[in-house]
């Protein structure tokens, strides 16, 4: 997955199932101030330039 500044339909996808999959492990429900902690935090490593699924899990994982 490589970031020009627009993300692709499949980088989005990735994006969306990592949140996603987050979210439901830690009981994060939409309106609690941590889905939208945990949204920026997603998006802020695939800006940086962490980019693969496996990366991006590895540094939330790192920030834990």
Known sequence: MCF???ASP???AV????FD???RAAG???GDP???ILALRI?????SGVQTA???IAALDERS
């Open 10 to 12: 499949e980088q989005l």
């Open 21 to 23: 999959d987050r979210c």
């Open 28 to 30: 994060i429900q939409p």
């Open 34 to 36: 941590d889905h939208e």
């Open 4 to 6: 020009n500044g627009i």
């Open 43 to 47: 998006i802020s490593l695939f800006e």
């Open 15 to 18: 994006l969306h199932q990592i």
């Open 54 to 56: 496996e990366e991006i």
